[in-house]
């Protein structure tokens, strides 16, 4: 065997350690890249994307019949599809959810009566003595400002246009002797001192027609009517009484062809787009109650509704039986809601019994899925409806207390909602 020469072998063995270690950087540069990729993937995996910082969506609890692909939809609601034709069938009736004052707020209610703002109440009286001709509006009827709402028909306003056109008729004649005197007293044919009493009868005439005048407007005639009165062929009786105001007419005293008396009421026209509640406060609640406090006003007429206004006016006085003071609220009243001598119950903001409201559905609108409580929600969709869990409180006056799931304002189905539920779990045999 050839022997390798001892420079030749030291040749192959540097080149053999010099393979060696490129062959270990390979595998560091390999394995490095791989865990690049690693860390990139984890960071692709659980860092929050979106940009914009957008709030990760909290986790919604899953309602009966929702599975985890259906809880993950973007209401969290189920929802059920029907056809017209069953919408129709069931008779669906859709309300929207309201309000009352909570039971928990920890404030004191008391009672109240609903009254007339009496600023804004009008009556509409008669300054002449005479026969009611004829009576317009119904009462409880709107009226427009300006509108004829009684006729009467007076013989101390024939009387008044009778004196008016003879002083006018007076006054004519001063006008025409005051300017002949004084064309006398400028040719020398009269004195100063007849021009004189002839000024004065002028002024004392022009006087007179305008006393008369303003009478003939306060007893009801227009001054279009006593500008052109100028015979006695346009005298007239009667008189027209227009409502001083819009509103409506809440008090009617006469009818037509009763005899009345000068200054007699007739009717009473009020707006009742803002009216007063005046309710108690107890004497140790008095230095809390102020003239702009909050209040929250509520009606068995109107379970699901809560009226707000302020106090405007608080009583000086105390019963002395009761020792409570009359408080009284202004508030808006939307389509006539609240009635005149109404009953209800007022919450007063200032102890703290206004602090807060829940909202309140129909017992009807309540359905058992499962061991849930669930009501359909309307939606765009007028043939969908979304189901939704909630959790109520005690029913009181056929309406349960919302502690969760509903807010003021849903649009809920009341009525028709046991054939949704009857729908749902045909849809759903094993909910």
Do not use: C
């Amino acid at each position: 065997m050839n022997e390798i020469p001892e420079g030749k072998q030291t040749e192959r063995n540097a080149s053999a350690r010099v393979e060696r270690r490129r062959a270990k950087t390979a595998i560091v540069a390999v394995v490095a890249v791989v865990a690049v990729a690693a860390v990139a993937l984890l960071l692709w995996l659980f860092i929050p994307r979106g940009g914009g910082g957008q709030p990760v969506p909290a986790p919604r609890t899953i309602g009966p019949d929702q599975n985890a692909n259906q809880a993950s939809n973007t209401s969290g609601d189920s929802t059920l599809t029907i056809t017209p034709e069953q919408v129709h069938r069931a008779g669906i009736k859709i309300e929207t959810v309201g309000e009352r004052v909570s039971t928990d707020a920890g404030g004191q209610q008391t009672t109240g009566i609903v009254q007339p703002n009496s600023y804004r109440e009008t009556p509409v009286m008669s300054l002449v003595a005479g026969i009611v001709r004829s009576v317009g509006p119904e009462l409880g009827q709107s009226v427009r400002k300006g509108q004829i709402i009684a006729v009467v028909s007076s013989n101390d306003l024939a009387e008044a246009q009778t004196k008016y056109l003879a002083a006018f008729a007076e006054l004519e004649e001063h006008h025409k002797h005051h300017a002949r005197t004084e064309k006398l007293v400028a040719i020398g044919a009269a004195s100063r001192e007849e021009l004189e009493m002839a000024t004065t009868k002028l002024k004392a005439a022009e006087s007179d027609v305008a006393n008369l005048r303003q009478r003939l407007l306060l007893l009801g005639l227009s001054s279009q009517r006593v500008n052109t009165l100028r015979s006695t062929s346009q005298i007239s009786s009667e008189v027209s009484l227009p409502s001083p105001t819009f509103g409506t007419v809440t008090s009617r005293t006469v009818n037509s062809g009763e005899v009345i008396e000068a200054n007699k009421e007739l009717l009473r026209v009020t707006d009742l787009s803002s009216v007063w509640v005046v309710g108690q406060v107890y004497e140790k609640d008095l230095g809390k109650i102020h003239i702009g406090s909050g209040a929250s006003i509520t009606a068995d007429a109107y379970p699901g509704r809560v009226f707000r206004g302020q106090v405007s006016y608080v009583d000086p006085k105390v019963d002395p039986q009761t020792r409570t003071a009359q408080a009284r609220i202004e508030l808006a009243n939307p389509g006539q809601q609240l009635k005149i001598g109404m009953y209800v119950n007022v919450a007063f903001g200032a102890l703290a019994s206004t602090a807060s409201t829940v909202p309140v559905v129909p017992v009807s609108a309540v359905q058992n899925v499962g061991n849930h409580q669930v009501v359909f929600v309307a939606t765009g969709d007028p043939n969908v409806f979304a189901m939704r869990p909630l959790r109520v409180g005690p029913e009181t006056n056929g309406y349960f207390p919302v502690l969760e799931g509903l807010s003021v304002g849903d649009r809920i189905v009341t009525e028709g909602s046991f054939m949704l539920r009857a729908e749902w779990l045909k849809s759903h045999p094993n909910g």
